[in-house]
């Protein structure tokens, strides 16, 4: 049952392909998608036509219709300034090598190909990508205080995660929290205006009661992860109390000194002549 239906294919879209090149470069065919990575290359293919004497061919932007690159058998064509150096045909395979890609790169392009007195347009699709950097988080928590003033035991943490340099424009997410729990403080997104790629940036609050291991990831790209609502480390707060002891005794011995030194010094001696000379 399969193997007819599948040997007919091939048939059905030759007669097809054949019936709707009318000549006229409207001919519908599926958009080829291809993907680059922003500062490097991609070739861009356009489909041949087996045996068929390929006369001309121009890639052109699909909107604008700005002429990119191309050749044509009998002339050398004019490729506009900023392509000079980034592109380069292949007349062989129908192809073209960008290369330094930016994001503005990105969008539709139309390759149209010319042969014995016929052409026919095909579209292609250009995404372009840049990878989010390693996102940084940061913690910074409190004591969680109660409604009614007392202490619960947990914490409260303003988290923040941050990343750059990426393309197209992404979120930040929290894969290890609870998403019920995280108040989302502030986004922040810009975007670079030379390069056009995005910087993402939130702040949220999470509480705790246990030592949570939190990350972020952005883009895909996951921080490396922090411990956020650690008890007090016992160490810290024995050396928070030896200082506060310390400096109480010793301002309590400095007191006892200067006590010492003012109660002796104004008291008058009694051979003091000073002494008489009020009485006299
Ligand atoms: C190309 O991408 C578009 C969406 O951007 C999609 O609809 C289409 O199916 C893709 N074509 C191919 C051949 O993958
Ligand atoms: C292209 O490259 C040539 C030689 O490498 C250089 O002289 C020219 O300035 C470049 N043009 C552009 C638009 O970068
Ligand atoms: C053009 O493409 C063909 C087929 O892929 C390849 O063999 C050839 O080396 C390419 N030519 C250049 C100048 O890159
Ligand atoms: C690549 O593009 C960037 C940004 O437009 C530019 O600064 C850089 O000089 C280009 N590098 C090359 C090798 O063309
Ligand atoms: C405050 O509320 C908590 C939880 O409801 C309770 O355990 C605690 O005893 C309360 N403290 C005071 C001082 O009312
Ligand atoms: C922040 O962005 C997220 C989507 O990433 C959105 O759901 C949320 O409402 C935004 N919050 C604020 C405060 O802008
Ligand atoms: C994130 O955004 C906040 C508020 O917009 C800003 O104060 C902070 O500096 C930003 N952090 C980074 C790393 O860009
Ligand atoms: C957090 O990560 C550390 C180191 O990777 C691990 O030892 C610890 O068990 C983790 N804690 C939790 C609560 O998952």
Excluded at 77 to 89: A, F, G, Q, S
Excluded at 101 to 118: A, L, Q
Excluded at 182 to 196: A, E, L, R, T, W
Excluded at 250 to 257: F, K, T
Aim: with cysteine.
């Amino acid at each position: 049952m399969k193997g007819p239906v599948f040997s007919l294919l091939p048939l059905v879209m030759t007669s097809v392909l054949l019936t709707a090149s009318p000549g006229d470069g409207s001919t519908v065919s599926p958009v080829r998608n291809f993907s680059a990575v922003l500062g490097q290359s991609v070739t861009l293919r356009c489909p041949g036509k087996p045996g068929v004497h390929i006369t001309r061919l121009y890639i052109q932007t699909k909107h604008t219709h700005a002429f990119i690159n191309g050749f044509d058998v009998q002339f050398e064509l004019d490729v506009p300034h900023e392509y000079l150096n980034r592109t380069k045909v292949n007349k062989t395979d129908l192809s073209m090598r960008m290369s330094n890609i930016t994001v503005s790169d990105e969008g539709s392009y139309t390759c149209i190909i010319f042969f014995s007195g016929d052409k026919e347009s095909f579209d292609i699709n250009l995404k372009v990508t840049a990878e989010y950097s390693v996102p940084t988080v940061k913690a910074e928590c409190d004591e969680r205080i109660h409604r009614n003033g007392s202490a619960t035991g947990g914490k409260i943490c303003q988290l923040s995660c941050s990343s750059t340099g990426g393309y197209p424009q992404s979120r930040v997410e929290w894969p290890e929290l609870h998403q019920s729990l995280i108040q989302i403080i502030n986004n922040g997104s810009s975007k670079d205006p030379h390069y056009k790629t995005w910087t993402i940036n939130q702040t949220i609050t999470y509480s705790c009661d246990q030592p949570t291991n939190v990350s972020c990831s952005i883009g895909g790209i996951v921080s490396h992860p922090i411990t956020i609502c650690q008890a007090d480390s016992f160490p810290l707060r024995v050396i928070a109390a030896t200082v506060v002891v310390v400096i109480f005794v010793l301002s309590l011995i400095l007191g006892l000194v200067l006590m010492k030194c003012y109660q002796r010094r104004p008291r008058p001696r009694p051979e003091d002549p000073a002494l008489e000379v009020p009485l006299a």
